[in-house]
Every structure is written in structure tokens, then in C-alpha cells.
């Protein structure tokens, strides 16, 4: 089964609004990652925030991790149309040397101009 | 520096067809793996890959063969093809296991009919 599931499935905003999207995941990780997917494309990796630490930040990005909860959120701060993408969480969880990475279900965010 | 590199784009086979879907990478990566992303079902991974001559299976594994004979290339073979392996599949590479960002091709779209 996937380990992380996002929410809310898609959400929509006007340009200049924040946009803040949810990763709940159900097993003890290493780290998590935010992907970006612009559609028809592969994934973009956008920030990692590992389990040792509860926020990060990159440009226009910010996440945090409360491992206690088990989840994640990514805050995008005064979007733009480009941003219109689905944005993915992925765990990565390690079985003695090696590491799985698992994604979910996915956030659909569209920008309105 | 290609990256990560996917062959072909787009196929389209009949049911009961075998295909190999190419996958290679320039950056001397270990990690590799095989998704595949469905609507509503986000990444599901299929095999993946820690180094040369190791494999292993992921969540959805019935169907697929893979095999890993050299760093730059992790082929994914569909013995049989049947309509529910209709989907699009990504190829992903790692670094290792300090660095867990993946690096995704751009994907093949595959209709078995």
C-alpha cells in the first residue's frame, strides 16, 4: 500500500494566494520529499526535509514534518500561474542499507491568473 | 548531461505482446527504479534497483521483469502485455543511499489494446 497520502486531492486559488498542501504518512521514515509534476512530465524534486528536522525552507517553499503525527505540509507563498502543477510527497524509509522511496496519491494545484 | 533518459515516448501493443521500455542514466547513479502512475493512484513502484547485478521487487511487481547489468541502464520488460498494464510509466535514479533525491525521466505512455 502507499505510504503517503496528500491532501486535499486538488485545490484552486488565485494567483498571489498561498497554496498549502498535507502529507500524512503511516510508517517511521528518513526523510521526506516534496516532487513537483508539470502535466505530461516527469517529476521535479523540490525540498527534502529529513526526520530529524521540523521545517525547511526554499524560496518560495516551506515545509515542515511533525514526526508525532506523522505529516507533512508544503506551503507555496504568493503563487503564480506556473505553479499550476500536481505536487507529490514521497517517503523514503530504509530497510538495512537500502532505501524505498513511495509516493502519493498526489495534489492537483491550479493557479488562476 | 542527459540525465535520466526514457525510450520510446509513446507504444502501443496488443494484448499478449512482450516489450522492453529503455531506461538509462548518465550520472553514475546507483539507485534506480520503475513506476508506474495511474489516475487516482498516484506512483506505484514496480522494481527497483541498488546497484549492479541487485534488484529487487516494489508494491506491483506481477507482469514485469527487470534486470541490471550495468550502472547506466535498468531495463523493464513486460512479459506478457495485458490492458490493465496500460498506464505511464517513469524511470527514476538516486544517488545512493545518503542522497535520496530522484532523478525522473519523462516517461513512456503505453496502451496495451
Known amino acids: 500500500s502507499q505510504q503517503g497520502e496528500e491532501d486535499p486531492q486538488a485545490l484552486s486559488i488565485q494567483e498571489g494566494e498561498n497554496a498549502t498542501m498535507n502529507c500524512s504518512y503511516k510508517?517511521?521514515?528518513?526523510?521526506l520529499q516534496w516532487y513537483r509534476q508539470n502535466s505530461g512530465r516527469g517529476l521535479v524534486h523540490l525540498i527534502l526535509?529529513?526526520?530529524?528536522?521540523r521545517e525547511k525552507h526554499s524560496g518560495r517553499l516551506r515545509v515542515t514534518l511533525d514526526t508525532s503525527k506523522k505529516s507533512s505540509s508544503l506551503l507555496i507563498t504568493a503563487s503564480r500561474a506556473a505553479d499550476t502543477a500536481s505536487y507529490f510527497c514521497?517517503?523514503?524509509?530504509?530497510?538495512?542499507?537500502?532505501?524505498?522511496?513511495?509516493f502519493g496519491k498526489g495534489t492537483l494545484l491550479t493557479v488562476n491568473p | 548531461n542527459a540525465g535520466v533518459t526514457q525510450t520510446p515516448k509513446f507504444q502501443v501493443l496488443k494484448t499478449g505482446q512482450s516489450m522492453t521500455l529503455q531506461c538509462a542514466q548518465d550520472?553514475?547513479?546507483?539507485?534506480m527504479s520503475w513506476y508506474r502512475q495511474d489516475p487516482g493512484m498516484g506512483l506505484r513502484l514496480i522494481h527497483y534497483?541498488?546497484?549492479?547485478?541487485?534488484?529487487d521487487q516494489g508494491e506491483v511487481p506481477n507482469g514485469y521483469n527487470v534486470s541490471r547489468s550495468t550502472t547506466e541502464d535498468f531495463p523493464l520488460r513486460l512479459l506478457s502485455a495485458a490492458p490493465s498494464q496500460t498506464s505511464v510509466y517513469f524511470c527514476?535514479?538516486?544517488?545512493?543511499?545518503?542522497?535520496?533525491?530522484?532523478?525522473f525521466g519523462q516517461g513512456t505512455r503505453l496502451t496495451v489494446v
Open positions: 527514476a535514479s538516486r544517488p545512493g543511499a545518503t542522497r535520496t533525491e530522484a532523478f
Open positions: 550520472m553514475n547513479h546507483e539507485y
Open positions: 514521497a517517503t523514503a524509509t530504509s530497510g538495512g542499507s537500502n532505501y524505498k522511496l513511495t
Open positions: 534497483s541498488v546497484g549492479a547485478g541487485i534488484t
Open positions: 526535509i529529513r526526520s530529524n528536522e
Open positions: 510508517t517511521s521514515i528518513n526523510n
